[in-house]
């Protein structure tokens, strides 16, 4: 069984990075056809795509976020990250970690950290 | 971007009374090369991530309850659950992941009649 989790600060300054990392366990990051994203739902609200990253490393982004999303995989420990730059209290919200199949979509769900933007 | 429209926003159904929720794409989600509906239904409860329910439209994921079932094509979609129980009450979501950026309705809160 593949479980997610997420891990991270919960509470960042405004226009400093958010960090975040995803560690994969009961499962190889590398094997099949998957791909790992980064949803995040402020609270009370809806959900939004930040954007994926594939084992080889290429990514795709939300283009509302492109200038300030990074996000990086390290296969041997079984990983990914993100990090959002310049973040203001637009950003607080529960951030998860997920994986994808381009057949099934969202799979797998990391139980969610909340991060907090603010001073 | 492709924007998904559900409706409605909330509904409240009696026990083993059917619930249908419907979403509505801008744009077509239909991959015309093996015509399948790249369209997904998730159920969240409070305090949990969202879970996978259908996929393709109207394939159920793993260990989904028969109750549970998805219909449509291209732009048209509804979420069906049969006979309603308890453990349904929850905000239900449908997602486009036939193009980036995935998108996502505003979601639907089902609640008990």
């Known amino acids: 069984q593949v479980q997610l989790q997420e891990s991270g600060p919960g509470l960042v300054k405004p226009s400093q990075t958010l960090s975040l990392t995803c560690t994969v366990s009961g499962g190889s990051i590398s094997s099949g056809s998957y791909y790992w994203s980064w949803i995040r739902q402020p609270a009370g609200k809806g959900l939004e795509w930040v954007g994926r990253?594939?084992?080889?490393?290429?990514?795709i982004y939300n283009p509302s976020l492109k200038s300030r999303v990074t996000m990086s995989v390290d296969t041997s420990k079984n990983q990914f990250s993100l990090n959002l730059s310049s973040v203001t209290a637009a950003d607080t919200a529960v951030y998860y970690c997920?994986?994808?199949?381009?057949?099934?979509?969202?799979?797998?769900w990391g139980q969610g950290t909340l991060v907090t933007v603010s001073s | 971007d492709i924007v998904m429209t559900q409706s409605p926003d909330s509904l409240a159904v009696s026990l083993g009374e059917r619930a249908t929720i419907n979403c509505k794409s801008s744009?077509?989600?239909?991959?015309?090369?093996?015509?399948?509906?790249?369209l997904a239904w998730y159920q969240q409860k409070p305090g949990q991530p969202p879970k996978l329910l259908i996929y393709w439209a109207s394939t159920r994921a793993s260990g989904v309850p028969d109750r549970f079932s998805g219909s449509g094509s291209g732009t048209d979609f509804t979420l069906t659950i049969s006979s309603l129980q308890a453990e349904d009450v929850a905000v239900y979501y449908c997602?486009?992941?036939?193009?980036?950026?995935?998108?996502f309705g505003q979601g639907t809160k089902v609640e008990i009649k």
């Open positions: 997920t994986r994808s199949h381009s057949r099934v979509a969202v799979d797998y």
């Open positions: 990253i594939y084992t080889s490393g290429s990514t």
């Open positions: 997602h486009q992941y036939y193009t980036t950026p995935e998108t």
């Open positions: 744009q077509s989600v239909l991959y015309s090369s093996n015509n399948k509906n790249y």
